[in-house]
Each structure stands twice: as structure tokens, then as C-alpha cells.
């Protein structure tokens, strides 16, 4: 595995240039300071293995444009598992974690058209089991949860009383706080530029300012995850997932309403404050090779987030577009994220928390608390990640939910 790797920092070749020229030392280095990094080495400090955290600095990065919504309402047991662990982070998180993560409790509802009514059925019924606070609601329940929804086609709906949302940055950010005060190093604007190997082992990341030796590295760089992997023989199958949300001003006198999911619209909606309401749709989400070449987000979005909204909240149309944005995350053939060791189909000491697949935000409290247990004491230390592992890749092993919706982003 030993091979050059060019760069673009006119330094000697690595790894033997690497290693006559490196000028760093780190325990362990983490790739990506976005809310699943900045979990990551929150979790790794506090387990008493402090990294040096490093960000090239972007600002289309999921992280910073997501929108935060908190909700345990999924087909995988494991998801649900770990988005519920996360919850009791975001209603607890001076006490956690320390500084703010800006959780708003609304409540969510798991809208679905009739045809997934089975599904919903038996996903209520698993995430009760693992202790989520859910239940099932009636057509004149959910009117009464949402003065204002128009619920005609709707039969039955999941309620989470406990749900909300977050405000992504503050979070990343505090999780970076608290990660420093334990020992943690953050490092912005000091992007990698290559992964280093030699034989089967990582031995450092090379930066744009300098060469660092670790025996560790942990690449949680988002989209920008395959670019890094591929020079070392990884093929990661990342690709960058465009995403459109739109803000639209809400009259008003409008009735509140929880955070939703509606499968028969394809779309998510959200309050924003009292005065706002964010809106995301399932479809048409450009998908690219590279996020270096999105410069735009869907053409039509703004057309079409409007069109959908007023359907569903008709009181939307008194409102008005506010402003929309776009952010990008990277996006895994099965939209599920790879979490684990590299090794045996990668190189020892490099460890993957990548590929989110826009829906990354609500879980990355547990999954770094996971991920840090299996760096520190080893694969068996947490199970529940067996599942997102970067064998399935390798082998006829998939993600089967025992009652799958169809995929979300479509
Ligand atoms: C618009 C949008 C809305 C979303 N809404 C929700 C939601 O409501 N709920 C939910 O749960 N999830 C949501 N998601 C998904 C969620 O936000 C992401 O899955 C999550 O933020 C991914 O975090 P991350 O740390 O893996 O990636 P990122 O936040 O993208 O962080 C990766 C970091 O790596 C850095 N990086 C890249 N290359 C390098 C390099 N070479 N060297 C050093 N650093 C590098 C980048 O600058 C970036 O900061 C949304 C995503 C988007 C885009």
C-alpha cells in the first residue's frame, strides 16, 4: 500500500518524504470538525484520548446549513437507538456537555400515506420497545396537534411528544469547546491534503502548513471524505448530496404545529422561532461526484418547496419566501452512514465516521460516544455500530430494516 501520493504542497513524496519531513505529533488526528467530528473528539477528550481536530473550513458543510431536526422516528432499530441516546444530550446538554445546542422541543409527527400505515404500525411498536416516547394518532389528533394542517389524506400519524430541533453550528461549536477543555486541540483552516500509509498501517495526515505523525487518524470530512480515501486505495462510495431548504414567513395568528415528516409530500417541515418556518424537500436533491462542484442547489426548489408547503399548511400562502440556502452532505449508496474501523479493507489505525446521508445531525451526540468507545477499547466495545460497518461494502452483508419505508431522498 505504500504509494506516492501528489499533494499539491511541493513537499517531498510520502510516506518516505513524509517521514524525514514530518513536524507534528498527535495522538490521534480527526479529519472534519463538523457535528460528527466535534462529537467524536468531544467524546475521545473526555475518554481521556484528546485529538488534534482539523478543518479546512467550509461553508456549505452540512453542519452549518443542516437543519437540525431531532426526531427517533426510523425503520432501523439502530437508528432510532441512537437518535433516542442523542435526545437525552440535546435535554440535557449544559449538564453534558456544557454551552448550548439551542433545542427547541415542538414535538414531531411521522406523516405517511396510507399505503405505509403497516410500516408506521410496527415502527411505533420497535420504538416503544427500545423506551422512545411515541405513539399513534388519529386524523383529529393530529388537527388538534396542527390547528392549521390540512389533514385530509391523512389516517394515522406517529407522535414523538419529546421531539424538536437543535441549532447545528452552536452544537458543533460547544461539542469543540468542551472537546478543548479536556485536552482537545482544534485546528481551522488547516485542511489534509493525504492520508499516510505504510504497509497496511496510517501513519500521519500531511496538511497544508505541515506533516503530522499519528498512528490514529479518524476521517470524518462529510462529503469530502472519498477525495481523501481514494489516494490510499479506499474507494469510498461517498458522493455529495445537494440539499435545499427554504425559510417562508408564517402570518401571525397561525396555530403552532410540531416538526413533521411527510412521506406523502416528501418533505419536512419545521417551525423557526415564532415567526418562521423551515421547509426540505425528500426529492430532487442534485447528487454530484465531487462537492467542489456544486455551486448551486436545485434549480426549481423554490418553485417547488412553495407549492408543496401551501398544500399541506394552506395558511402558508399569506406568508411569503423568506430566504433559501443549500448545504452538502455526503451520500452513501444504501443512505446510511459507514462508521468503524477501515481495517481489514483499509489500512489499521484509520478509523470512518463519514457519509451521513442527511440525517446525520439528530444522531452524532451517540454516535461519537460509540465510536470513541471502539477506539479506545476496541470493535466489541460498541455493537450497536456493527451494523453501519465498512464490511457491508465488502460482502453480501446489507441494512435491512425488518419494515423499510422506501429510501428518503429520492
Ligand atoms: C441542508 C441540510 C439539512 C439537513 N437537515 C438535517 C436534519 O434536519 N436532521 C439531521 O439529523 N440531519 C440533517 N442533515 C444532515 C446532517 O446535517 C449531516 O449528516 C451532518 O451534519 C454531517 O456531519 P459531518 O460532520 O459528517 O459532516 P460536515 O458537517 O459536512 O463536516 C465535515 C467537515 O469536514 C471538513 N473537511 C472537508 N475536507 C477536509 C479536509 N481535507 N481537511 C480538513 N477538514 C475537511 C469540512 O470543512 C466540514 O467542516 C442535513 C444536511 C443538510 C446539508
Known sequence: MRRWVPDGTGRPPVPGGFLQSMNARADIVVVGAGVQGASLAFHLAQAGLPPLVLDRTDVTNATGRS???????????????????SLAYFQNWADMVGGHC??????????????????LTANVAMQQDIGIATQLVTSAEVQRLAPDMNVDDIE???????SGYADPATTAASFLAAARGLG????????AVALVVDGDRIVGVRTAQRDIATPMVVLAAGAWSARLAAPIG?????????HDTAYIARPPDMGAFPTFIDFARAMYVRPEGAHLV?????????????????????????????????QRLPRLAEGGLQSSNYGVDGLTPDQQPIIGPASPHGPEGLWLDTGFSGTGFKTAPA????????????????PELAVF??????????????????????
Open 156 to 162: 394515522l400519524a406517529a407522535f414523538e411528544p419529546d
Open 67 to 85: 437543519s437540525g431536526l431531532v426526531r427517533m422516528h426510523y425503520d432501523l432499530p439502530e437508528n432510532a437507538a441512537l437518535a433516542w441516546r
Open 234 to 242: 479506499l474507494d469510498l462510495p461517498i458522493r455529495a448530496w445537494v
Open 367 to 382: 454516535v461519537g460516544a460509540a465510536l470513541a468507545r471502539m477506539i479506545v477499547d476496541g470493535p466489541s466495545a460498541s
Open 278 to 310: 423551515l421547509v426540505g424537500l425528500e426529492d430532487g436533491n442534485p447528487v454530484m461526484d465531487s462537492p467542489d462542484d456544486v455551486r448551486r442547489g436545485a434549480a426549481d426548489f423554490t418553485d417547488r418547496v412553495v407549492e408543496r408547503i401551501v
Open 102 to 119: 439551542g433545542f427547541t422541543r415542538t414535538g414531531f409527527l411521522q406523516l405517511v400515506p396510507a399505503g405505509l400505515i403497516p410500516q
Open 389 to 410: 460497518g465498512w464490511d457491508r461494502f465488502h460482502g453480501p452483508r446489507r441494512i435491512e430494516p425488518l419494515h423499510p419505508y422506501p429510501p428518503i431522498w429520492h
Open 184 to 191: 482537545a486541540t482544534v485546528r481551522a483552516n488547516e485542511p
